[in-house]
């Protein structure tokens, strides 16, 4: 659901832009109090996975192919402020280096694939855990609705913002159709993914899962008529992250690397349905299509598995490099913010 530079014109381009900006500056303050030992390390990889991961288009109908968006996994795994982050780290990555996403277009990209997803997918997430059973299956099944849902509202806010800044005259009410209904699909590929990676984490470290917190109830022991909490005998702050940061990383580089090439070469939802409705017409050049990256392969690489491959290592490498820079950097802020001479006057 990249949106390319021409589909929206300028002063809603502008305004999205500031609501992206908005969007971005309220999660890094809310990303301070979600970034701890166990989501600091992990948010980085987590928004080079979610990379890697659109880099596997998977085919939904004839002609037509869906990615993962990603705003639901991150959301769920490292928290909602932090999720809409990573998401954002991604668009930048891929509209600067890979001229996939207009520049120009970079605020309604944020705001529909980052913000919106985020959003409406932790709530549904939320929702659904507080009525659902304290389980680990409670988790990966909220996540699949969550992330099913995800998917059809960006499309919504897609054509809601088209409907008011589109650069071609064209029926909204055949373009929210198409929208809905291929991106309803798409969604059912997200809430694979999404609930299979999700699933995965918890059933090995659950405490690194933002979304799971409290899942676990703590032991008791009757001392003298009273209940006592049983204190851990690994505490959460000394559990090593390193192996699960490593098969991270060497999974996102293998997906990005590796089985990227097998990926549908079809037209993705969005790119579908502006080809059939005519939301191309006025689509701009690139800012970076001179790009050695440009379209996921290196310059003067003849070799199309090497040269796609080559760009997906380094997209992961790019990306896992810039997050954990920007999430360490907003962790540190929040311990200086948390520092006892902070706290000596309370």
């Excluded at 929208?179 to 699909?185: A, K, Q």
């Excluded at 409705?277 to 050695?292: F, L, V």
């Excluded at 990306?319 to 311990?335: D, E, K, L």
Aim: some cysteine; glycine content about 12%; hydrophobic content about 50%.
């Amino acid at each position: 659901m990249h949106v390319p530079d021409g589909f929206i014109d300028a002063p809603i381009s502008a305004a999205t832009g500031v609501v992206a900006a908005a969007a971005v500056a309220v999660s890094l303050r809310g990303a301070r109090r979600e970034l701890d030992e166990r989501t600091a390390p992990l948010a980085g990889l987590v928004a080079a996975f979610i990379f890697a991961v659109q880099m596997l288009n998977f085919p939904v109908a004839a002609g037509t192919s869906g990615h993962l968006l990603g705003g639901a996994l991150a959301a769920i795994l490292v928290g909602p402020y932090t999720g809409v982050l990573c998401v954002s780290v991604v668009l930048l990555m891929q509209g600067i280096l890979f001229a996939d996403g207009g520049l120009t277009a970079l605020g309604v990209n944020i705001t529909d694939m980052a913000v919106v997803t985020t959003v409406v997918a932790y709530a549904v997430f939320r929702g659904l855990v507080k009525v659902l059973p304290r389980r680990r299956g409670s988790i990966t099944a909220a996540s699949f609705v969550a992330a099913v849902l995800s998917v059809p509202a960006a499309a919504v806010a897609f054509t809601l913002i088209y409907a008011v800044g589109g650069t071609t005259d064209v029926s909204i009410s055949k373009v929210a159709t198409a929208m809905i209904g291929v991106h309803v699909l798409i969604g059912i590929g997200e809430a694979a993914i999404t609930a299979l990676t999700v699933g995965a984490v918890v059933a090995v470290r659950p405490d690194l899962v933002y979304g799971a917190r409290g899942l676990r109830q703590k032991l008791k022991l009757r001392v003298g008529g009273d209940l006592v909490d049983v204190p851990d005998t690994a505490p959460v702050a000394a559990r090593s992250h390193r192996k699960v940061w490593i098969t991270g990383l060497v999974t996102s580089l293998v997906l990005a690397g590796f089985v990227s090439f097998y990926a549908s070469a079809s037209p993705d939802g969005l790119e579908k349905v502006a080809a059939d409705k005519g939301i191309d017409a006025k689509t701009e050049k690139h800012a970076t299509a001179d790009s050695p990256l440009a379209d996921y392969g290196v310059k003067d690489v003849e070799n199309a598995r090497l040269s796609g491959g080559l760009a997906g290592v380094i997209g992961v490498g790019v990306t896992v490099v810039a997050g954990t820079g920007i999430f360490w950097a907003v962790r540190r802020r929040r311990t200086a913010d948390v520092s006892p001479a902070s706290t000596s006057g309370v």
